[in-house]
């Protein structure tokens, strides 16, 4: 017997298999979205229609593959005929499956609840930063962490501004196995809280990238790499 695949309870973790049958087309290109979307990997559909459908990764050098086409015998139910899944790929963090409709879709229950409910979560996970802080101080010794804040007229609670991070571990570890050399950039953060990524970033013995420190702040300028040079100065 070959395996049936269940959308009530086996889209969470999408898995293929030799043989597996899917009761519709439909159903089977869902999950080789999920598929991509959960694994974050460049999947795309290199043939797609109502009888067959074939997937690939779009990454270079990457042999993962997936064909289904439809049994001869029952007109709607598909079965994978060509399997292989294994990805030697790198993860990708923009996923073309990943759109408006299937947010609107995953989200729905949340939103008609709660209509503010995208600024409302993400306030309480500002409220949450603290906790994050002394974590990472309990966990990590010997690192540092540094938080900024400002007011805001009418409001008294504190907002977030800045948070620099060096890890003890990888503090001590680019002082003694690391060249003397670092590399500063920023890049910007996208999403509904803007900002900046200011990273400092060394190179191992093994002349690969090594992370050193990194803050997140509210735009690139003069003040805030001074902000950020002066902690990494400390720290190395």
């Given at each position: 017997?070959?395996?049936?695949?269940?959308?009530?309870?086996?889209?969470?973790?999408?898995?293929?298999?030799?043989?597996?049958?899917?009761?519709?087309?439909?159903?089977?290109?869902?999950?080789?979205?999920?598929?991509?979307i959960?694994?974050?990997?460049?999947?795309?559909?290199?043939?797609?229609?109502?009888?067959?459908?074939?997937?690939?990764?779009?990454?270079?050098?990457?042999?993962?593959?997936?064909?289904?086409?439809?049994?001869?015998?029952?007109?709607?139910?598909?079965?994978?005929?060509?399997?292989?899944?294994?990805?030697?790929?790198?993860?990708?963090?923009?996923?073309?499956?990943?759109n408006?409709?299937?947010?609107?879709?995953?989200?729905?229950?949340?939103?008609?609840?709660?209509?503010?409910?995208?600024?409302?979560?993400?306030?309480?996970?500002?409220?949450?930063?603290?906790?994050?802080?002394?974590?990472?101080?309990?966990?990590?010794?010997?690192?540092?962490?540094?938080?900024?804040?400002?007011?805001?007229?009418?409001?008294?609670?504190?907002?977030?501004?800045?948070?620099?991070?060096?890890?003890?571990?990888?503090?001590?570890?680019?002082r003694?196995?690391?060249?003397?050399?670092?590399?500063?950039?920023?890049?910007?953060?996208k999403?509904?809280?803007?900002?900046?990524?200011?990273?400092?970033?060394?190179?191992?013995?093994?002349?690969?990238?090594?992370?050193?420190?990194y803050?997140?702040?509210?735009?690139?300028?003069?003040?805030?790499?001074?902000?950020?040079?002066?902690?990494l100065?400390?720290?190395?």
């Amino acid at each position: 017997m070959y395996p049936d695949f269940n959308p009530k309870t086996d889209m969470k973790n999408p898995t293929f298999k030799l043989g597996m049958t899917f009761d519709s087309a439909d159903t089977f290109r869902k999950v080789v979205k999920a598929h991509a979307i959960k694994h974050k990997r460049d999947v795309k559909f290199k043939f797609n229609d109502k009888d067959m459908v074939r997937a690939v990764c779009n990454s270079d050098g990457c042999e993962w593959i997936v064909f289904a086409s439809m049994l001869a015998a029952e007109k709607k139910t598909f079965k994978v005929k060509t399997l292989n899944d294994n990805h030697t790929c790198a993860m990708v963090f923009k996923n073309r499956f990943v759109n408006s409709t299937r947010l609107a879709k995953r989200y729905v229950n949340q939103w008609s609840v709660n209509p503010d409910w995208n600024f409302s979560g993400m306030a309480q996970q500002y409220a949450r930063l603290w906790d994050y802080y002394a974590e990472v101080r309990r966990s990590n010794p010997g690192s540092t962490v540094q938080m900024k804040c400002r007011t805001v007229r009418g409001d008294d609670n504190p907002h977030f501004q800045r948070l620099y991070i060096c890890l003890g571990n990888l503090k001590a570890s680019w002082r003694t196995g690391c060249r003397p050399i670092l590399g500063l950039d920023g890049c910007f953060i996208k999403g509904h809280h803007k900002g900046q990524l200011l990273a400092a970033v060394g190179v191992d013995g093994n002349n690969q990238m090594y992370p050193v420190a990194y803050a997140v702040v509210e735009s690139e300028t003069k003040e805030t790499w001074r902000w950020f040079s002066e902690f990494l100065n400390e720290d190395l």
